[in-house]
């Protein structure tokens, strides 16, 4: 594909607004990776926010966690998610001021209106990156991916269409800190054209979780349990220890394809990317597919029979013995350890 | 109601070994399969047609045995299969993919539903089914677990994101792309299986859908491969051994030590 006509220049991050009417997260984390890469390249970091009924003092947010410029659609079709018309106006954008690169979060709604926006663009699109850099020599961006199931990674680039396209897995990078000190510049974008804010899908109903769990990406300790869980039963252990350290239970994919546990809470490529605290592995072999869910956590132990299993290669602590020996004890253990405390300061 | 599936060949990737010498895939003796998520859309197009009534038609891209992936639809229940293959076509990305797909699904003539899996287990990017909706202009809904209702004046679907369940309505034709939620796929009786190795196969290059040489394959795909390598995921493991019983106490103090000294307890 050739090389349009145009600048093509600018990083920019696309930001996503929560039920609360809240940057998500996911937003700032973008910003972590674009930072980097307009660093290096020597260009400006754009933010931009498609909305409608965004919170006062949210855009100024963006500035302050690393954005130069911020660029703002507000509309009401944007108040919730609609590939045809977040598409449009997100085309039209691109279109209109050259980005060289745009990185989208891989959630639900990135993961949708990327591929449709790269058709409108001819854009080049890399899903589910681990890891982008600037390529020195050419000024290209460097796309990492898992790719064939995890068993590989690949390196992709898009050495003439414009603008690059990536998407990062949430909870893969760290927003910065925030600093007040940042100076940037907040732009209403009002020339879209009108025909942009249609669509022919309508939105009706948003039905919130009725679990009331917490998240699993939320989740600042996670217990997760894999195929040495053998039925769905045995799962009520790692549910004592999740609960005692106020923390989640994850799991492989082995114990969602058997049926134990809903896909909800599944760790891994084709589930969830955590990046929490505590990473509590129990008879979970790892598979290169469960690692590159769960590698970035702070502290990873690992509980498993088999002293051969991969799991090992990514832990800080191994235990190479029987789960279900180990783990009420552990919990048994902490459960000590806790009351202790609550004594001591009784 | 006329049904487009839109389904891949990919080798079976939980069996996919490395060769740790030259850190490539070891593609001999490696199956091919129908891409597992496709089921679910195929599974899905075949309940609406039981109700509904019409027909189903699956259609790939990709080299000439990958009339083995459209006989199991076949098998299946799905009424006709339709094979893109041409070597402009080969080393397509997502981009020219989806652009191949959308002009034969044009010259297939009208239609109700485009239905695809979430994303194929080889690549896992989920970018096809987007992309077909892009190229031609309709509406798109992805990740859906349900469809609620059907009728000529459209389709009700809920779709599963992070934070909950969304409800939409859309008229007809439109894309969607499924998930496991959706419906278990069914297996093919042995009749059907039968049935399938004999059925005709449409096979369909470049001139027969009125495609632009330029968007094809390789030379058609913005995006590059330009390196691959295994993935490396490497800490140093403090281990601990528990091999009797008594060593379980000592193993489960150190774990706990461990929590304290990172301050996580």
């Known amino acids: ?346 | 109601m006329r049904i487009i599936v839109p389904i891949k060949q990919v080798p079976e990737t939980s069996k996919v070994k490395m060769d740790p010498e030259t850190g490539t895939m070891v593609r001999k003796g490696l199956a091919s399969i129908v891409n597992p998520l496709d089921l679910y859309a195929i599974e899905t197009a075949l309940r609406v047609r039981e109700r509904e009534g019409g027909k189903v038609t699956v259609i790939t891209m990709g080299p000439p045995n990958a009339t083995f992936a459209l006989r199991e639809a076949l098998a299946m229940g799905c009424d006709e299969a339709i094979l893109l293959s041409d070597r402009q076509f080969a080393g397509a990305d997502t981009w020219a993919t989806s652009y191949v797909l959308a002009k034969a699904i044009q010259k297939l003539g009208e239609f109700d539903l485009i239905l695809c899996g979430e994303r194929a287990t080889d690549g896992d990017t989920g970018q096809v089914g987007p992309g077909i909706a892009s190229w031609m202009d309709l509406p798109l809904a992805t990740y859906v677990s349900k469809i609620r209702d059907v009728s000529e004046d459209g389709v009700r679907i809920e779709r599963m994101v992070e934070e909950g369940i969304e409800v939409l309505w859309s008229p007809l034709p439109l894309v969607l792309t499924v998930i496991k939620e959706v419906n278990p796929p069914r297996l093919p009786t042995l009749r059907q299986k039968l049935n399938s190795l004999t059925a005709d196969i449409i096979i369909w290059g470049p001139a027969d859908i009125d495609a632009d040489p330029e968007n094809l394959g390789l030379h058609g795909s913005p995006t590059r491969v330009v390196k691959i390598q295994e993935p490396q995921v490497v800490r140093k493991a403090e281990m601990v051994y528990v091999k009797q019983v008594e060593d379980a106490g000592v193993a489960a103090h150190r774990v706990v030590a461990f929590l304290k000294e990172r301050g996580l307890l």
């Not at chain 1, 600018?10 to 940057?23: F, G, K, M, P, S």
């Open chain 1, 1 to 346: 594909m050739k090389k349009p006509e145009g600048e093509w220049k600018d990083i920019w991050t696309l930001a996503e607004v929560n039920r609360q009417n809240h940057l998500h997260s996911l937003s700032f984390e973008l910003l972590a990776w674009g930072r980097a890469l307009a660093d290096q390249r020597g260009s400006r970091l754009c933010s931009v926010v498609l909305c409608h009924n965004l919170l006062e003092g949210e855009l100024e947010e963006l500035v302050t966690h690393g954005a130069d410029v911020v660029y703002v659609v507000k509309h009401p079709q944007l108040e919730n998610f609609v590939p045809e018309s977040d598409a449009r106006v997100l085309s039209f954008l691109i279109k209109k001021y050259q980005p060289e690169v745009v990185i989208a979060g891989a959630s639900t709604t990135g993961r949708t209106v990327m591929p449709y926006v790269a058709i409108k663009t001819d854009a080049g699109l890399t899903a589910d990156c681990t890891e982008l850099a600037i390529d020195a020599e050419t000024g290209n961006l460097l796309q990492t991916r898992p790719a064939i199931g995890g068993n590989i990674m690949a390196t992709i680039k898009t050495p003439d269409a414009r603008p690059q396209m990536a998407t990062v897995r949430p909870k893969s990078a760290h927003p910065l800190e925030r600093d007040l000190t940042r100076q940037g510049e907040i732009i209403h974008v009002t020339d879209v054209p009108a025909e942009a804010f249609t669509a022919k899908m309508q939105f009706e109903q948003f039905i919130g979780d009725a679990t009331n769990e917490m998240p699993l990406e939320d989740a600042d300790m996670i217990v997760s349990g894999g195929k040495g869980m053998v039925n769905s039963q045995n799962f009520v252990i790692l549910e004592q220890l999740a609960h005692i350290l106020g923390g989640a239970v994850g799991v492989s994919r082995t114990a969602v394809d058997q049926g134990w546990r809903p896909y909800s809470q599944q760790v891994g490529l084709s589930g969830k990317t955590v990046a929490p605290s505590l990473y509590i592995a129990c008879g979970i072999s790892g598979a290169v597919q469960h690692l590159v869910g769960m590698k970035t956590a702070d502290n990873i132990i690992a509980i498993n029979i088999d002293p051969k299993a991969p799991i090992f290669e990514v832990a800080d602590l191994g235990v190479v013995g029987d789960l279900f020996m180990m783990v009420p004890l552990i919990t048994e253990l902490i459960r000590q350890e806790k009351s202790k405390e609550g004594q001591r300061h009784g």
